[in-house]
């Protein structure tokens, strides 16, 4: 199959979409840090706003660069629809759009989960015509990301030949006997799984957002709280997920380019991803441990699955990474150290979230600056930092532009200033700092502050790298029509 | 106390997986074949396959001892001897009473009036302590017991609206 140019551009769309919103949504995080640093001062309405939008942009930037990643990762080997693919793209920024205006203009500053019954109760800070404005945002973002989902998964069981092969099952449950015959690549593996898993995820999401629509048009009245909660939450929890094993298809194409190795589809990554197509959904109820109401048999599972989900992630992921860069000669190059500083990331923040999955922890980390600590962790120095590794190759590769030792150090400030940044916020959690609080206390001001010179450093790192990028950008995007075989990660 | 904990545990596991890390990236200027390092992932990964489920058993009928539900902390605590209503409203708390004993189980039948907030318990020294939920609709039961006297703040958990921070209460435990 021929590598298609047009793919290409699709991909190069969204990665630099999502880049510039990252980086967009990262100038809101910095004010909300600098307010609670105490070195600025604006109305806390503002402050909430700030966060809404925050929140649901980098959510939406995060699967953007990373879907960006896989598409282009997928070009050559997997057929994908051009058509679906651009108007998900094209959905997806009326959606963030949408959005922007609703908490702009609107003033909603509910946070990006929108958690039921606060959007409807404001109490005047926003009307409730904002608030659907938000949700109809959030429904338009799921369908660009149905529109992805349905993409990959016609593309991968057409190259496989059926959803069965492309999920490698003969493979699978015949622990590696049989079945080796046209056996997916790590990303088309990736794809399947994360698609399937993201078409149910949509499903939630619907359940979730259509009852939403009605009551605000006054066609049913108020809806369980916990109910809604819980749909809230499995959903949130899918998407945010989504996107980092989104990234996890871009990693496994990065190792072999970074190290020279090869990277198959083995067993073990087989077990994983099809174990992940289920306990995916499982882990839901450790959001949920403080609503001692919850059926507890939800709450027990939620822990045993959150604990447990780590495994596939240690043993293959992780395991995976570190064995096809140990001993392999891997030089030191922009993607090399995004790559590494997102394996360390992801597992460094997997220890924060293990800890906060046991509900005794739970108790007196919930809601505090741990649990962003956790999951910043996670997006800054795992999906993203894969992503860019990604990005930042191919645009490279396509301009036939080269990267300077200058490059370099601005890759490692990303990771120092990345990780400064969050183990500011997994501090402040630890000292029982709350979360989502437009002022802080002068006593818990100090890692704010501390973290504060660090994303300064970040901001560096991005202002190098990002410069790079958009300058390359023009001739990557007329580069050449066709990628060498090695840099697609085959 | 837990918060100690946590910072000591994490501290240490942290530092060993960034010490792993840092090893596996040093060791890239050591080039091997990769069919010599392919043969050892294996018996690795089926050695970290045991031990890590094992500890995710352990771990979790351990954290069963310290869970905060009312079926446990009646077993372990004994049965509550105060029980005191608690509604989170926007953006204010109201108790049935705001003083208890030290050293007694005390339940808090925590709920809300409108939208969800979080009930956070924090000690003199601003470390917090329990919390729950209160929900328009359903009760959260939180039974508790307080091992030292003094004022005690009650922070919202759960963002209610723009003076969520602002929405704080006080309860004093005194000795019997």
């Not at chain 1, 991909?11 to 630099?16: E, G, P």
């Not at chain 2, 003083?99 to 969800?116: A, C, I, K, M």
């Amino acid at each position: 199959m021929d590598h298609n140019i047009e793919v290409t551009r699709i991909a190069l769309l969204n990665m630099i979409t999502g880049f510039v919103m990252f980086l967009g949504m990262g100038l809101l995080g910095y004010a909300m840090r600098l307010e609670q640093a105490g070195f600025w001062n604006f109305d806390p309405s503002t402050f909430y706003e700030i966060m809404t939008l925050h929140g649901a942009g980098m959510v939406t930037a995060a699967l953007i660069v990373a879907a960006g990643g896989l598409i282009e990762v997928l070009n050559g080997s997997t057929p994908l629809n051009t058509r679906l693919l651009w108007t998900a793209y094209v959905v997806g920024s009326l959606a963030f759009a949408i959005v922007l205006l609703a908490v702009l203009v609107g003033g909603v500053g509910a946070g990006w989960t929108m958690l039921y019954p606060l959007p409807y109760h404001s109490l005047g800070e926003w009307t409730i015509t904002a608030a659907v404005a938000v949700y109809v945002g959030y429904f338009l973002t799921a369908i660009a990301f149905l529109l992805n989902c349905i993409a990959f998964l016609r593309g991968t069981v057409s190259a496989a030949g059926t959803l069965r092969k492309a999920l490698a099952f003969e493979y699978l449950f015949s622990f590696g006997r049989s079945g080796t015959d046209r056996l997916p690549s790590p990303a088309q593996l990736v794809a399947t799984v994360v698609s399937f898993d993201g078409v149910a995820t949509v499903v939630v999401g619907c359940v979730w957002l259509i009852p939403r629509f009605l009551q605000a048009g006054g066609l049913i009245g108020s809806t369980d709280p916990l109910f809604v909660k819980n749909i809230l939450v499995l959903y949130g929890h899918m998407i945010t997920n989504l996107a980092m094993y989104t990234a996890l298809g871009v990693l496994l194409a990065m190792l072999p380019i970074i190290t020279g190795r090869e990277l198959k589809t083995s067993l073990p990554l087989v077990v994983a991803l099809n174990l992940v197509l289920f306990v995916l959904f499982l882990p839901f109820g450790h959001h949920l441990y403080q609503d001692f109401v919850e059926p507890k048999v939800l709450l027990f599972l939620g822990e045993f699955a959150s604990f447990a989900s780590t495994v596939p992630v240690l043993l293959v992921a992780i395991l995976g990474g570190l064995s096809t860069i140990y001993r392999s000669g891997m030089k030191w190059s922009v993607p090399s150290i995004l790559i590494s500083l997102g394996l360390w990331g992801w597992a460094f923040g997997g220890i924060a979230g293990f800890m906060d999955a046991a509900i005794p922890i739970n108790q007196v980390t919930h809601n505090t600056m741990w649990v962003p600590g956790h999951f910043h962790t996670y997006y800054v120095l795992g999906v993203l930092a894969f992503a860019f590794a990604y990005m930042y190759y191919l645009i490279n590769e396509r301009s036939g532009q080269h990267e300077t030792i200058f490059s370099r150090i601005a890759a490692w400030l990303y990771g120092i200033g990345g990780a400064g940044f969050v183990i500011m916020f997994l501090l402040s959690g630890a000292l029982s700092v709350p979360r989502r609080y437009a002022e802080h206390d002068p006593t818990w001001r100090l890692p704010d502050q501390i973290s504060v010179a660090f994303v300064g450093v970040l901001a560096l790192a991005l202002l190098w790298l990002g410069g790079e990028i958009f300058l390359r950008f023009r001739r990557a995007w007329s580069g050449p029509s066709a990628m060498p075989q090695a840099s697609q990660g085959r | 106390m837990i918060q100690i904990l946590l910072m000591v545990s994490f501290g240490i596991l942290g530092a060993i997986w960034t010490a792993i890390w840092v090893w596996v990236l040093v060791s890239a200027r050591h080039p091997a074949p990769q069919v010599q390092v392919e043969a050892e992932v294996p018996i690795l990964r089926r050695r970290l396959l045991y031990i890590s489920m094992a500890l995710v058993v352990a771990i979790f009928l351990v954290s069963i001892y310290w869970l905060p539900y009312a079926f446990i902390r009646r077993g372990v605590d004994g049965q509550p001897v105060i029980k005191i209503q608690v509604l989170g409203q926007q953006w204010v708390w109201t108790f049935s009473q705001t003083e208890v004993p030290v050293n007694v189980p005390v339940e808090f039948d925590v709920t809300s009036g409108d939208v969800n907030h979080g009930f956070g318990i924090y000690d003199p020294e601003g470390h917090l302590i329990a919390q729950t939920q209160a929900m328009p609709g359903y009760t959260n039961r939180l039974i508790f017991t307080f091992e030292q006297p003094g004022d005690y703040i009650v922070r919202c958990l759960e963002l209610c609206g723009t003076p969520h921070f602002l929405m704080a209460s006080h309860i004093t435990v005194v000795k019997q």
